[in-house]
């Protein structure tokens, strides 16, 4: 169906379609019909039928070239990574990778899962509703074994490590992702882990969790949640080209540039104020919500959190690790 003009942009920007792509797309339709008005001045005889035909044939042409302010990409394409299900997106494999001791996420998921295990399926949460305070302490040991221990140095705010729930941002996220994608629930003072899943977890181990959490982590879970950045700028829709984006440079600066470009809906909804230009604030709202709460939540990079070093801005980049590329792979 065509969108109207005051209907929401089909690019998921939020914005009114007038406001947003209707300009690119009009500027590709004025594209088809100058083809179309030089096709008819050499075939005046073509009828009705056969001009719908080569109608259809330029616009999946258009549809299927690739456009510069994709980095390469097909329209078709990039609709098909904007809002196709998880488990149909193209020119892309995802796998589960084989150890998954190095991501943060899954581990976490392992001592939730151990300690139901361990009282029958279910275990007793605080007053608050979180996880009780022995699980919180055996999830912050765990740190010096991740890749992003290297970058820890103050433990009181790290946020893979905390005295309780509230503080160790990491295991938060982890818990909200095994609910939302139905692992786990709380009831009457109790997380219990459902009765499906356990018998996942004995047949298959933590591995047969991977793929559902990375689907809630994607799909359900609101990245916006630990920040004070506008909720009206939601990241999500692009995560895909933002990762394949990120694994072929690594640059954190050079990949807000990308978005903006391709997307620049997304630019013109952070506005100026007095201390950060719109790129500066996409740029941020891009290393909080997409590279640090879940690219290394997950274990896929770790970044420096230094933004300068003797007084000099250093430029921003996500060390990609073995996750990554075992996780994604596009056959682009």
Same mark, same amino acid.
């Given at each position: ?6 209907d929401?942009?089909?690019?998921g920007s =939020? ?17 088809? %019909?100058?083809?179309?008005k030089?096709?008819? #001045?050499? *075939?005046? *005889? ?11 044939? /330029?616009?999946?042409e258009?549809? *299927?070239?690739?456009?510069d ?12 990574w ?9 020119s ?9 001791t ?8 392992s001592?939730?899962?151990?300690e139901?295990?361990?009282?029958? =399926?279910?275990?007793k ?7 009780p ?23 009181? %705010? ?6 309780n ?17 139905g692992? %786990?629930y709380?009831?009457? =003072?109790?997380y219990?882990? /459902? /009765? +499906?899943?356990?018998? !996942?977890?004995?047949?298959q181990?933590i591995?047969?969790f991977?793929?559902?959490m990375l689907? #809630? ?5 609101? &990245?916006?949640?630990?920040?004070n ?10 995560w895909?080209?933002?990762? &394949? ?11 807000? =540039?990308?978005?903006? +470009? ?9 506005? *100026? ?8 604030l ?8 997409? %590279?640090?709460?879940?690219? !290394?939540? &997950?274990?896929?990079? +770790?970044v ?21 590329s ?7």
């Open positions: 169906m065509k969108a109207g003009r005051n929401p942009c089909p690019c =939020g914005k009114k379609y007038k406001s947003c792509c209707m300009d690119a797309m009009s500027k590709q339709r004025v594209d088809i %019909i100058d083809d179309l030089q096709i008819t #001045a050499m *075939n005046a *005889n073509l009828s009705i039928d056969e001009l719908n035909v080569v109608a259809q044939h /330029k616009a999946a258009y549809n *299927n070239r690739a456009y302010d994709f980095c390469g990409l097909s329209p078709a394409q990039m609709y098909n904007l809002y196709a299900p998880f488990g149909e997106l193209e892309l494999t995802l796998c589960v990778p084989e150890d998954l190095a991501c943060p996420v899954m581990r976490y998921l001592l939730i899962l151990e139901a295990m361990q009282h029958g =399926g279910s275990f949460s605080t007053s608050k509703g979180n996880l305070t022995k699980l919180v302490k055996q999830a912050s040991e765990l740190l010096p074994e991740f890749a992003v221990a290297g970058f820890e140095t103050e433990l009181s %705010i790290s946020e893979f490590a905390g005295s729930e509230d503080k160790f941002n990491a295991l938060h996220y982890a818990r909200l992702l095994a609910e939302l994608s692992i %786990i709380r009831r009457s =003072g109790r219990h882990v /459902k /009765k +499906t899943a356990q018998k !996942q977890y004995k047949a181990g591995s047969a991977f793929l559902p689907e #809630a982590a994607i799909k359900q879970y609101n &990245w916006g949640y630990f920040d950045f506008s909720d009206d700028i939601d990241l999500q829709p692009f895909l080209f933002m990762l &394949w984006r990120l694994r072929s440079h690594g640059s954190i600066d050079t990949l807000a =540039g990308e978005v903006a +470009t391709a997307f620049p809906a997304l630019l013109s909804q952070c506005s *100026n104020d007095e201390y950060f230009s719109s790129h500066n996409l740029e941020m709202i891009i290393g909080s919500r997409f %590279i640090t709460r879940f690219l !290394q939540f &997950w274990g896929f990079v +770790t420096d959190p230094r933004r300068y070093i003797d007084g000099k801005r250093i430029p921003q980049e996500a060390k990609r690790q073995p996750l990554l075992q996780t994604f792979e596009f056959l682009l």
